[in-house]
């Protein structure tokens, strides 16, 4: 059976919550768990996003507004929306890049809420649903090839993704027992629409291109089929507590 009938067959009628999802991979991801005939929620914290989410897809796509950071307000918010969860994918991200001498606690604090503690807030959610309905299930965290490299003006970034990984392999040490998977993928520089205006300049993507033995930057598809390929318990049944790199061979030079 090909991927894409795998694909087909695993995720119809499956939902999906998806943080981070209005734009870049998250609404990619979304867009292509649609195609695909599943039931996605998109999660962000821009109602524009999700009104124009909902223009592309239709109005019966479920969406839900909530900034990840504040914890009780994403209680609230989520209540409903990861009752009946089959997989979840926390994709939602800061970065702010700043050399180290420079970082401040604001960004320090806004970065670690969002990328390591929304994660926690937002799986516990879903994983104590699924426990408690006897669900078997996938929870995919976005990560980055800067959990495992040092890159300037990334201190807090390469920390909070250091966090992110190492929070996945307990999550999945103590969440398998209860036929939940947790995996990671870890992206190089993905090209968005954001990450084609930041990479643009060849001065400054000519030394990380140089370490990417492909020679190319990720696009937002390739990020979104790893992600498809850990939520698929058909293609990935043991698949369990790995970090996948999506980065080209980065992260083996």
Same mark, same amino acid.
């Given at each position: 059976?090909?991927?894409?009938?795998?694909?087909?067959?695993?995720?119809?009628?499956?939902? $999906?919550?998806?943080?981070?999802? /209005?734009? *870049?991979?998250?609404? &990619?991801? %979304?867009?292509?768990?649609? @195609?695909?005939?599943?039931?996605?929620?998109?999660?962000?914290?821009?109602?524009?996003?999700?009104?124009?989410?909902?223009?592309?897809?239709?109005?019966?796509?479920?969406?839900?507004?909530?900034?990840?950071?504040?914890?009780?307000?994403?209680?609230?918010?989520?209540?409903?929306?990861?009752?009946?969860?089959?997989?979840?994918?926390?994709?939602?991200?800061?970065?702010?890049?700043?050399?180290?001498?420079?970082?401040?606690?604001?960004?320090?604090?806004?970065?670690?809420?969002?990328?390591?503690?929304?994660?926690?807030?937002?799986?516990?959610? $879903?994983?104590?649903?699924?426990? /408690?309905? *006897?669900?078997?299930? &996938?929870? %995919?965290?976005?990560?980055? @090839?800067?959990?495992?490299?040092?890159?300037?003006?990334?201190?807090?970034?390469?920390?909070?993704?250091?966090?992110?990984?190492?929070?996945?392999?307990?999550?999945?040490?103590?969440?398998?027992?209860?036929?939940?998977?947790?995996?990671?993928?870890?992206?190089?520089?993905?090209?968005?629409?954001?990450?084609?205006?930041?990479?643009?300049?060849?001065?400054?993507?000519?030394?990380?291109?140089?370490?990417?033995?492909?020679?190319?930057?990720?696009?937002?598809?390739?990020?979104?089929?790893?992600?498809?390929?850990?939520?698929?318990?058909?293609?990935?049944?043991?698949?369990?507590?790995?970090?996948?790199?999506?980065?080209?061979?980065?992260?083996?030079?």
């Amino acid at each position: 059976m090909s991927e894409g009938r795998t694909h087909n067959a695993f995720f119809k009628g499956k939902k $999906v919550l998806v943080t981070g999802a /209005g734009k *870049g991979i998250g609404r &990619a991801l %979304v867009v292509r768990l649609w @195609q695909l005939g599943a039931k996605p929620v998109a999660v962000t914290r821009s109602q524009r996003d999700l009104d124009s989410l909902k223009e592309e897809l239709g109005a019966s796509l479920s969406t839900v507004c909530v900034d990840l950071a504040d914890w009780q307000a994403t209680r609230l918010q989520l209540k409903e929306a990861v009752q009946g969860v089959h997989c979840l994918v926390n994709n939602a991200a800061v970065a702010q890049l700043e050399p180290f001498l420079k970082v401040s606690e604001e960004h320090f604090d806004q970065s670690f809420g969002v990328n390591v503690k929304a994660v926690v807030n937002v799986s516990q959610m $879903v994983a104590e649903d699924m426990i /408690g309905r *006897g669900q078997s299930g &996938a929870i %995919v965290n976005v990560s980055s @090839q800067a959990s495992q490299r040092a890159l300037a003006d990334h201190a807090v970034y390469c920390s909070t993704k250091a966090a992110l990984d190492a929070l996945s392999k307990v999550m999945a040490l103590e969440l398998g027992k209860h036929k939940i998977r947790v995996n990671c993928v870890n992206p190089t520089v993905v090209l968005t629409a954001m990450g084609r205006l930041g990479w643009s300049d060849p001065v400054k993507a000519g030394p990380m291109l140089a370490r990417i033995p492909v020679g190319r930057f990720a696009e937002e598809q390739d990020v979104v089929e790893a992600v498809l390929f850990l939520l698929n318990d058909s293609a990935a049944a043991m698949v369990h507590g790995c970090s996948l790199p999506v980065d080209g061979g980065f992260l083996v030079t």
